[in-house]
Structure formats: structure tokens, C-alpha cells
């Protein structure tokens, strides 16, 4: 690697780290078409279906913050190198799972090392774009990563059932992480662990009990007949969790939240359109793929061609909102994707009423198009307003006198 320039050793990262987050969002994904072919064959309950698919995020969420500050405590290569260990580890326990229950805990065990990639991403491309202009594009590019890893899971998955058995959905994981390992050691900074830093766990398992309570609440509420006095226990498990997690954050003189930083219109709107997108995406797509398999007899291949429409619509605009974030700045990139968005919803909802097929695929692709396009600088928005006292993946890039703690010429204060 010596005959590598620096520049070139820049992207090489971006493109080892944004194999990782492929990794993530691929997995939070990939089961939208395997999940009817897996419970049938593991013979898991609607309830244990629901909890293959949610012990993911749910875990991932509840670690993520504590994983970030961990990482300024061990520093963020070696927490990138412990996640991919984990993430595929956790990947091949999964694809041999023998019951539902061993596959929901390696679906948790997945989410460990998720949580612990994620923001070890973001730091490495702090840590390695010392230009402002390329970092702008680096980290858009991440999020267009993560909108596309999103929108393919479900076609991969698909293409993967029609040649091999459910487990492959999961082994497919271990050779990237092989790699990924390998470049890593090769191209990563150096590890910068700061040993002053300390790490709270304790939060971490607050937030995940308001999560895991949350989730259980939603679905107890929704299932016919409701178990009031599970509803009623999940409920209180949400509202002490997040109580506890909200308490212990206002006390801490480093809190793993501020929540004073959603006083931010750039900050909070960057988190708004990035959870908007996300959010949409995951549920056409959840909707979607089992719906065509369930009950129009579609094979998971065609049911994950389907959904790939969003990703043929995020993967231009993605890119094009990472190149001219620059020009037009977040408030317009971010608006005017969410306003095409919403468009595409619209579309693609008058397209299940009045069952035509085209229509919806139109629908998905214009969806992708807004999505795609919002969420690639949304990223740029939070990480470009967060304050500079946070961990090192949720600092912003630049300083100074102006109101939001960045110069009038950057898009972060363009979108204030």
C-alpha cells in the first residue's frame, strides 16, 4: 500500500467502512422476502416472527449511543474491527439456527455488532477527510449507502432463496466481513483511544428496555384478542425506561443524549428526515414483500424485484444530492426529497386501491427518488450541527462565530 496516495487511501476507507454499513442495513432488510420461508421451516409463531424481525433494531437502537462513546474510550478502528468479528460470528450462528429462539438471539448478537460498527463508520470518515468539501461528500455518500442497503435487502434476499436455503440470507455476511477485515488493517487510521472517556451502560439499558417495551406495547395493542395486562406491562416498561433514560441524561455531566442539541432546526430536521425515510422505506417494504408472497403467490425473488424499485429511484438522487450539497445547501435537498417523497406515497397507495401494477412500481421509484435524496445529507445535517462536545462520530466538521457554531458558507448553515 505504500505506491497509495493519501487521497486515494481516503476513499479506499470510505469504501471498506461503507461495506460495513451495507452489511447493516442489509441485515435489517433481508428478511422482508426470507421471513415466510424461514417460519415455515423453523416453525416459528407469529410472535416469534415478530421478534426475528424486530430483535435487530430494537437491540441496535438501544446500543448505538453507548456504542459511539465506547469507541472514544477503545478508539474507533479497533471498534470497527470488534463489530465486524461480532456482526460475523453472529451471522454464521444465524444462518445455522435449528429453532426460533436461537435465531432471535443471533439476531440480538447481530446487533451488538452492528451497534458497534455504526458509529465507528462515521469517526473513521471524520477522523480520515480532513477537507471540508470531500467529508460532505464522503458522509452523503455514506447515507446514500444506507438508503440503498435498505432497498436491496429484499431483492438479495430473494435472489438468495432461489438458489439456496434460508441460512444463505445470513452467510452471505461472512466473506464481506472476511474482507472488510483484511482492508481494514491495511488502510484504517491508526486507533485513537482516549482512556479519559468513560462508558455508560447503564443508559444503553434504559433506552433498550423503553424500546423493547415500546415494541411489544404496539404489537400486544394490535393483536387479536389483546392481553390487557401484557399491554398494560409493556406499557410501564416503555414509559420507565425511557423516564429512567431521559433522568439519568439531564444529571450526567457528559449525558449520552443532550437533549438541548434538538433545539437545532438543522439537527433536528436532519434527524426528522433521516428517521422519515428510513421509517417509510422499512414499512413499504415489509408491507410489500409479504403481501405479493402471502397472497399473490409471488416467489421471494419476485416480491424482492418489486421493492427493488425504491433503490432504483435512491441510487441518482443519492448521488446527486451528495454533489451538489454544496450548491443548494440541506434545507432545499432535504424539503424538496421529502415533498417528492410523499409524492411517491401517494402514488404508490392509489396504486394498491385501485390494483394496478405499474402504478405502484412508478410509486416505489418516485418514493426512492425523494428518500434517496433526503436521506444522503440528512446525515451531513446532524453530523455537521451536533455539538463539539459530543463523541467524536457526532462532531461537526467546522467552527466558529456564527449562530449555529459553523461558517455562513457551509450547507450545515444554510439549512438553519
Known amino acids: 500500500m505504500e505506491s497509495v496516495t493519501a487521497s486515494e487511501r481516503r476513499w479506499w476507507l ?45 437491540v441496535m437502537a438501544g446500543l448505538l449511543l453507548g456504542a459511539g462513546t465506547l469507541g472514544d474510550r477503545i478508539g474507533h478502528r479497533r471498534m470497527f474491527v470488534v463489530g465486524l468479528v461480532i456482526f ?30 455504526m458509529p465507528a463508520t462515521l469517526a473513521l470518515i471524520r477522523l480520515t477527510f480532513d477537507d471540508a468539501k470531500e467529508r460532505n461528500i464522503a458522509i452523503a455518500i455514506w447515507g446514500s449507502l444506507s438508503v440503498i442497503g435498505a432497498a436491496m435487502g429484499p431483492i438479495l434476499g430473494g435472489l438468495l432463496l432461489e438458489r439456496f436455503w434460508w441460512g444463505s440470507v445470513f452467510l452471505i455476511n461472512v466473506p464481506v466481513v472476511v474482507v472488510a477485515l483484511i482492508a481494514t488493517t491495511i488502510i484504517a487510521p491508526r486507533n485513537d483511544a482516549d482512556p479519559t472517556k468513560k462508558w455508560d451502560l447503564l443508559s444503553s439499558i434504559q433506552a433498550m428496555v ?129 415533498g417528492v417523497g410523499a409524492l411517491g406515497l401517494v402514488l404508490s397507495i392509489t396504486a394498491a386501491a385501485t390494483d394496478t401494477f405499474m402504478l405502484l412500481v412508478a410509486g416505489f421509484i418516485v418514493t426512492g427518488m425523494g428518500l434517496g435524496g433526503a436521506f444522503s445529507v440528512a446525515s451531513a445535517a446532524i453530523m455537521g450541527n451536533a455539538h463539539p462536545a459530543r463523541p467524536v462520530w457526532l462532531r461537526p466538521w467546522k467552527r466558529s462565530p456564527t449562530r449555529w457554531g459553523h461558517s455562513r458558507r457551509s450547507p450545515c448553515w444554510e439549512a438553519c
Not at 96 to 108: D, E, H, K, Y
Request: hydrophobic share 60%; glycine share 10%.
Open 88 to 117: 460475523g460470528a453472529a451471522s454464521a450462528a444465524a444462518a445455522f439456527s435449528v429453532s426460533p429462539g436461537m435465531l432471535i438471539a443471533s439476531r440480538a448478537l447481530l446487533a451488538v455488532g452492528a451497534a458497534s460498527m
Open 210 to 338: 423503553g424500546l423493547v417495551g415500546t415494541v411489544l406495547f404496539i404489537k400486544e395493542l394490535a393483536h387479536v384478542p389483546q392481553n390487557w395486562p401484557l399491554v398494560a406491562a409493556a406499557a410501564v416498561a416503555a414509559v420507565v425506561g425511557f423516564t429512567a433514560f431521559v433522568r439519568r441524561q439531564r444529571r450526567m455531566a457528559e449525558p449520552l443524549l443532550d437533549f438541548s442539541i434538538f433545539r437545532n432546526r438543522a439537527f433536528s430536521g436532519g434527524v426528522l428526515a433521516a428517521a422519515f425515510a428510513m421509517f417509510t422505506i422499512a414499512g413499504a417494504q415489509l408491507i410489500t414483500t409479504q403481501r405479493f408472497q402471502l397472497v399473490e403467490g409471488f416467489s421471494p425473488l419476485q416480491a424482492g424485484l418489486l421493492v427493488a424499485a425504491i433503490a432504483l429511484g435512491a441510487l441518482p438522487s443519492g448521488m446527486l444530492g451528495a454533489a451538489f450539497l454544496d450548491v443548494l445547501g440541506l434545507r432545499l435537498i432535504i424539503s424538496g426529497g421529502l
Open 14 to 58: 470510505l469504501v471498506t467502512v461503507g461495506a460495513g454499513l451495507l452489511l447493516i442495513t442489509l441485515d435489517n432488510s433481508i428478511l422482508y422476502t426470507a421471513l415466510p420461508t424461514l417460519t415455515e421451516e423453523l416453525g416459528a409463531s407469529g410472535s416469534a416472527a415478530l421478534w426475528i424481525i424486530n430483535a435487530y433494531p430494537v
